[in-house]
């Protein structure tokens, strides 16, 4: 069947799958690229600051949102490559119905909380109201970002990552659209910006249902199909609050380290914004070949190939490590150029912080290629609670030692902080990948003796 991860070549598998995904992963990052780009550049410091601030704090939102769809995805894959069809249908709409309900509660609680976690984490007046009025309209959409992540999950989970990219494109071509006759033609400010996000990710939503309906029989669901199966929401609920609650600790980590940022003033803030969307753009194909890995691992667990599995692990840690280098020297040499994207040159201080933070951060960026690898096998064989306690180790590890290190070198003490989490997740999954495969050999050699016998 055509998405079959469990024959053929390894390596065409996983870079014919992920290629789709890395490209949906810029893209995707082009979403809030843009509007960076677009709001810094023509309205100004404070309102790129006050975009900033608001990101990771909607991240959190959408993120615990996606890791639910990342446990449904993987839960989905598993009975795609046993061949479960039926299942699989049930397990659709139980993840669909759940996930809708849930979608919106979690919007109107944001909403609602908004200004007051702005406050808390300590953003500063000046741009206070434009980041909320930014968070409020992003909140509202929310039902929009579930609905396109879950639908690109499940596609993705029988072997389809090229249809998820189509409409990601479109969505994103027609945020950048919207967002400069927001801002620029009605002069909305950044909640023009919010705007065009939000009506470009429910086109996104839009166009993968009514593909799914049109096209894809295997999970498209009928009036009476609408049911929830007790057993699956069990499952559904095991795998999904794992990746969930990695996803939401890992961009907790992250507001509490705008918290340490935030006291250095909008010139720190504002290139600590920009930093981070580089970041976010540079670091996307490792996430998409930690998706090509957790979907194909799953796809094989579930048809019972464990060979394939490792062979996978291996030749994509070779893939991503050769991205990473390449891109740090890139990210090295360029760093000023590609500061002068997002602020006006007579912003030199803005631009300095962020020269010396993409510098920095370069030199760590293979590490963060390994960290994605590791994920991704353990979320694609099941192992969801290592991937959270390495998560939350690292993000741990990052925000003491970002707030330790503050008064002594400034933004870039997040760099180490950053790396030193890194290097925490790779030990502890190192550690946890040998276990897994001694675990393994003893399981193949006690079947191999009972069959024997």
Do not use: H
Request: with cysteine; charged share 15%; glycine share 8%.
């Amino acid at each position: 069947m055509k998405g079959d991860m469990t024959e053929g070549s390894t390596s065409k598998i996983l870079i014919t799958f992920a290629i789709p995904m890395v490209l949906g992963n810029i893209f995707q990052q082009l979403y809030n690229t843009t509007d960076a780009i677009i709001v810094g550049r023509l309205i100004g410091k404070n309102a790129l600051a006050s975009v900033g601030v608001a990101n990771p704090i909607m991240s959190i939102a959408i993120f615990f949102i996606f890791g639910i769809c990342i446990g449904t995805s993987v839960l989905m894959s598993q009975l795609f490559g046993a061949g479960k069809y039926n299942a699989l249908k049930r397990e659709v709409s139980t993840a669909l119905i759940v996930g809708t309900l849930f979608s919106i509660a979690m919007s109107i609680i944001c909403i609602l909380l908004s200004r007051w976690i702005l406050t808390v984490t300590g953003t500063p007046e000046e741009i206070l109201n434009d980041a909320d009025i930014y968070l409020k309209i992003i909140f509202g959409g929310l039902i929009f970002s579930f609905l396109y992540n879950f639908y690109s999950s499940a596609l993705r989970a029988i072997g389809d990552s090229k249809t998820p990219l189509i409409f990601l494109i479109i969505s994103c071509i027609l945020n950048g659209i919207l967002c400069i006759i927001f801002v620029v033609v009605f002069k909305l400010g950044v909640a023009g910006s919010a705007i065009a996000t939000v009506i470009a990710q429910g086109v996104s939503s839009l166009l993968c249902i009514a593909y799914i309906y049109m096209k894809i029989p295997l999970i498209k669901l009928k009036k009476k199909e609408y049911i929830i199966d007790k057993p699956l929401l069990r499952r559904t609920i095991q795998y999904s609050w794992v990746s969930a609650l990695q996803q939401t600790c890992l961009y907790i980590g992250k507001l509490l380290v705008q918290g340490v940022v935030n006291p250095f003033g909008t010139n720190a803030i504002a290139a600590y914004n920009s930093v981070t969307r580089v970041d976010a753009f540079l670091l996307s194909p490792g996430d998409s070949f930690a998706a090509s890995v957790a979907t194909y691992s799953a796809q094989n667990k579930g048809a019972g190939k464990k060979e394939r599995i490792v062979e996978g692990y291996k030749k994509s840690n070779i893939i991503i490590t050769v991205y990473c280098l390449i891109t740090a020297v890139i990210v090295f040499i360029w760093a000023e150029k590609i500061m002068n994207l997002f602020v006006a040159a007579s912003e030199k201080q803005v631009i300095s912080i962020g020269v010396q933070y993409l510098k920095i951060m370069s030199v760590f960026y293979v590490l963060s290629g390994f960290c994605n690898i590791f994920q991704g096998f353990f979320r694609g064989v099941g192992k969801l609670r290592i991937t959270l306690v390495a998560t939350l180790g690292q993000i741990s590890i990052r925000v003491l030692l970002s707030y330790l290190l503050a008064p002594y070198f400034g933004v870039p003490s997040v760099c180490y902080g950053i790396a030193v989490g890194w290097i925490f997740m790779i030990t502890y999954e190192g550690i946890s990948l040998r276990k897994y495969f001694k675990d393994s050999a003893k399981e193949n050699l006690s079947s191999k003796e009972i069959i024997t016998a």
